[in-house]
């Protein structure tokens, strides 16, 4: 159950966090609602920026800021975008020092895997990449029942190892993780064990070409039955 002061930020109406005031002038959390964090959880956000005064964790979110800054340009009809998360990977790899890459991939994105290396090692970078079927473990080696292999009861299924991708990213001695596609829950798994800084590039969505949001931009048409309460 869900307590009424706990944050809630995907639900409010005023978005005090980023008020349209000046530089000098402070926000007020006047109009904020009653599940607004920076009303409720004080003590939290005060060690959260505590820890941005570690040196090395205050300069990677503020070269994260620049990037963020560098993708956006003003021109004469306003400001607009102008660089894709590609192309933000190699300059923020290039803002950190990052000279080595690793790339965990799944095996269903092979082709985009083989590009985005092509593309990374022509910008100056070094990749390793990883396959998430890595090992050639079957799926019986998780508990998985014969009649719940995609492949058929009868024949070999591996199955997903991320927490090999993440190892051997790990042994590696990458300056930079990347993650390319892999399956919900095995990408947890991936994320927990990997131990150096990572990103992801895209995620696992089969039916929208790896683009997930596709099915919240047509809630309201194509997949509106998503938005229907349970038991209505």
Known sequence: MIKPNEPNCAKCPTQACEPLIKANEKPSLDKAPNFCP???????L????????????KEFARRASLQEFECYENTPSG???????ILELIEFSQK??????????????????????????????EVISVCCKVGATPKE??????EEKIAG???????CNP???AELINTAGVDFAVMLGLCLGHD????????????????????????PLAVLYTSNSYYRRLMTKKGE
């Open 153 to 159: 009861a009868e024949n070999w299924e591996t199955m």
């Open 79 to 85: 400001l607009r975008t102008k660089n894709p998360r």
């Open 188 to 211: 947890t798994l991936f994320i927990k064990y990997c131990q150096v800084p990572m990103t992801v590039i895209a995620v696992k969505d089969r039916v929208t070409g790896h683009n």
């Open 38 to 44: 920076m009303k409720n959880y004080e003590g939290v």
């Open 141 to 146: 080696k998780i508990g998985l029942k014969p």
């Open 46 to 57: 005060i060690t959260a920026l505590n820890e941005y005064v570690n040196p090395e964790v």
């Open 96 to 125: 950190c020092g990052y000279k080595k890459i690793g790339l965990a991939f799944c095996g269903g994105l092979r082709d985009e895997a083989q590009k985005l290396t092509e593309i990374l090692e022509n910008n100056g970078l």
């Open 163 to 165: 927490i090999a991708q």
